[in-house]
């Protein structure tokens, strides 16, 4: 059914412009074979513009003799489909060019039925507005007032002239074919104006990301590093970039400029500052590999929060900076002086040590003991190694911390210092003056008879001094007081003894028994 005469649609009406108003007013006045030679020029898509544009314009544009004007526009576009016999040359640009549903007379997407040369939009389409389905198990839609007006034609043939039913049936189907089929051309056309449409004004948008005018102001860094630019709003757009459209984007673009360059240097100072820091790591464990055993060094963590640390690592970029090996083991220094108050003010705290009048520090008694905030119950270390024990820079949530930084990291074992102190009672050393180097291994060796009876094949539960208290912890959890007694080992049976396990025995004359409880390693 061909389509009515293209109206003028008020989506489509000229809107109000700027400047002079009326300089074309008098192109219809011009003699009709000149406006017929510029029309010539034009595509179908312009001229149907031009035939919505005035009633003058569409008088000149509708009329019989105009008709070849349509045809030589038609013919300016590569490989356009011909127009179909049913359809004149302006109905034929109205089915092509107008981005309108015939339904609801909206610029939607459009969805062609070719059979009956109608567009529709999706919401139409999907509501099958006016369309009938012409059989249950044929996808062929028609419009139902189409419908109607063939059901009538058939209806006049009668049901007596059967040849002439049939020859009438036969050339609607041929119609029906011939229209699908040039509908098939005018969409694969379609889409290769399509494809052409988006190669020009990809192109276009090329020509517009013009990174010149931005590498004479000073840009050109930034315009190395930047990503996605040619996708900013006011860039990707199909418009050649003129001076007064440079004008119009300048400040957004510089604006945009200025927040990546602020971006960049804040992400070069964040990698200079983690690049600092894996410096000062690899040369604390230089350090640490050149002093082992003699030098106790603050955790990266600490010592980052550290000046002139600190303020190293937060230099500006531009800054060469070095970590020298006596900086670091100056702050090492006056970072174990500040520790040493803080584990002596919780030994004083929560003891009256008799030691500092002899002259003995507090810290090195044998019976002083720290134990970490995650097993402070079994798992008990004494100093210097609770100032390298992880638990005191680790929070909860596994995220580093200062040292004890909230003063319940570590804390001091009461328990494990009251047992410590009967061990010492029990093998006749004064707890009050026995310091860690007097009980230290294989100087001190110390046998648990509660366990050794228990062991089979004659073992022996021998222990050293640190272990010896954890021994005893565990005792006192389970409401037993440990017989305990010092021994002594030959130099042939000390070799022996493997130091890679905590809990030593001694089967026979030396054998081993692993110790699994303890949560809490340093």
């Not at 640009?93 to 009956?116: E, Q, V």
């Not at 999706?122 to 507005?129: I, L, N, Q, V």
């Amino acid at each position: 059914m061909p389509r009515h005469t293209p109206s003028l649609h008020p989506s489509l009406q000229l809107k109000n412009v700027r400047g002079r108003r009326g300089a074309l007013k008098d192109i219809v006045e011009m003699p009709l074979d000149i406006l017929y030679e510029i029309f010539m020029y034009l595509t179908p898509g312009e001229v149907l513009s031009l035939s919505r544009m005035c009633k003058a314009l569409r008088r000149i544009l509708m009329t019989k003799s105009a008709e070849y004007v349509w045809k030589q526009a038609r013919l300016n576009l590569d490989e356009c489909p011909v127009c179909p016999n049913d359809l004149n040359e302006a109905q034929f640009a109205n089915l092509i060019f107008t981005p309108l549903c015939d339904c609801c007379d909206t610029a939607k997407g459009r969805y062609f039925i070719w059979s009956i040369r109608w567009c529709y939009c999706a919401t139409c389409f999907t509501d099958k507005k006016g369309l009938i389905r012409l059989r249950i198990r044929d996808n062929h839609l028609i419009l139902e007032a189409h419908a109607e007006r063939l059901i009538g034609q058939l209806e006049k043939l009668g049901e007596s002239d059967s040849k002439a039913r049939e020859v009438w049936i036969q050339e609607m189907k041929e119609e029906r074919e011939c229209r699908i089929t040039h509908g098939h051309l005018c969409e694969k056309w379609l889409r290769m104006q399509g494809v052409k449409r988006a190669a020009q004004l990809g192109e276009i948008r090329k020509r517009r990301y013009n990174t010149q005018k931005l590498t004479d102001l000073g840009w050109g860094k930034e315009l190395e590093t930047i990503r996605g630019m040619s996708n900013w709003p006011s860039v990707n757009q199909p418009k050649d970039l003129t001076d007064r459209m440079w004008k119009n984007i300048k400040d957004d673009i510089i604006r945009k400029m200025e927040e990546h360059r602020a971006c960049r240097l804040e992400q070069e100072y964040l990698a200079a500052q983690d690049d600092r820091r894996g410096l000062l790591k690899k040369c604390v464990c230089n350090l640490q590999r050149n002093n082992w055993g003699k030098v106790i060094v603050p955790d990266i963590f600490d010592l980052e929060s550290m000046e002139p640390i600190s303020t190293l690592i937060k230099a500006p970029v531009e800054e060469n900076i070095e970590f020298p090996e006596s900086l670091i083991l100056e702050i090492a220094r006056n970072w174990r002086t500040s520790c040493d108050t803080v584990l002596l003010n919780m030994v004083v705290t929560s003891t009256t040590p008799t030691s500092g009048l002899n002259g003995i520090n507090p810290l090195s008694l044998a019976t002083t003991f720290f134990s970490c905030w995650r097993d402070h119950s079994s798992h008990v270390f004494q100093y210097p190694e609770v100032l390298k024990h992880k638990c005191a820079t680790l929070m909860l949530n596994g995220k580093s911390c200062l040292w004890n930084e909230d003063g319940k990291r570590v804390i001091f074992a009461d328990k494990a210092s009251f047992l410590a102190k009967g061990i010492l009672e029990l093998l006749g050393l004064n707890p009050e003056s026995t310091t860690r180097e007097d009980v230290q291994w294989p100087a001190l060796i110390i046998e648990c008879h509660e366990c050794s009876i228990l062991q089979l094949d004659e073992e022996r539960a021998l222990m050293s001094w640190p272990v010896a208290v954890q021994h005893a912890i565990k005792h006192d959890r389970c409401g037993k007081r440990p017989r305990m007694s010092r021994t002594h080992l030959t130099d042939t049976e000390v070799e022996r003894i493997n130091f890679e396990y905590i809990f030593l025995c001694a089967r026979s004359n030396v054998s081993l028994l692993l110790h699994l409880t303890l949560l809490c390693l340093i």
